[in-house]
């Protein structure tokens, strides 16, 4: 019998290419939405009211939890700081009080979560997924954000989180925002260039998810990124050797960054080396590597 999967969170180009896969491998997929529908396998929440349709939670045999507002989708007034943790905290507080109050319970909540979690700083460490969290707004939005995820655990429901690097992706995701002042021809670091940018493609992020689904061995936090390390400055080179652009601007200075962005500016600014060798060692296999590949194959390059 196949498994249903429900999906808040499910419209974005990262909840579209999981219930690709999975409705390709033979899954049933179902979305949580915030827009009322007649669609078939949609259902209604609403995480401000406190509104979900219970015949969602019955549906489901794994819950995959991708809500959470775009953390650079505005500048961090104290508003959207607000918006930010409570489109994660909330949504999955309020997932979990369904969950606990269904007779039918899933068996399994995988919740993306995000490597914001190890703190924006520029050391050279490798962070792994058992230190500690960093002290500043982002670390504390995941940290709260993973600790209503294991609220799970305290009713014997399986729990996976997935700390996510950047996507990449051929079509959609970070890249066309990325391309744009390099398009314009004016290619350069952001700040030093030295700070990492930990990023996953888009194929290989749908088909790790597949693989927590699959392997119910799986039960902790794991580092959702690619193993390749690369550089702001390494990266924005690639970016005009593909386009067949310039890259001898000079560094787009700190200071410009935080006056155009703000607070925000940290996460163009900072960035850590993550480790994905706790997924690699429970047998997942990266098919993307290399952030040349999907360069060379993204609609906004060709």
Partial sequence: MNKN???????????????????????????LSRTKSDKKNTYFWDYQT???????IEFADIIINL?????????????????IVESRVLTTNLLFEQTKKSIKKPICYISASAVGYYGNTNSDKIFIEED?????????????????????????????KLRLGVVLSEKEGALPKMIIPVKLGIGSPIGSGKQF???????????????VIENENLNSVYNAVSPQQINNRDF????????KKPFFFPKIPS???????????????????????KIQKEGFV?????????????????
């Fill in 236 to 243: 924005m080179k690639s970016l005009a050797k593909e386009l």
């Fill in 286 to 302: 990266f098919n993307c590597n290399d952030v040349n590949y999907v360069l060379k194959n993204s609609k906004f390059i060709r």
């Fill in 5 to 31: 999967v429900l999906i808040a969170g499910g419209t974005g180009f990262v909840g579209k290419a999981i219930s690709k896969l999975l409705t390709e491998k033979g899954y049933n997929v179902a979305l």
């Fill in 50 to 56: 406190g509104i979900i349709e219970p015949e969602s």
């Fill in 67 to 83: 809500a959470g507002e775009n953390i650079s989708g505005k500048r961090w007034s104290k508003k959207q700081k607000q918006k």
């Fill in 255 to 277: 200071f410009i960054m935080k006056l155009f962005f703000g607070e925000m500016s940290q996460i163009l600014l900072t960035g850590n080396k993550i480790s994905s060798e």
């Fill in 132 to 160: 500690k969290p960093g002290n500043d707004f982002l670390a504390n939005t995941v940290y709260e954000w993973e600790k209503s995820a294991d609220n799970f655990k305290t009713i014997n429901i399986r729990t996976v």
């Fill in 197 to 211: 940018m930990p990023w996953i493609e888009i194929n290989d992020l749908a088909r790790m998810f597949l693989f």
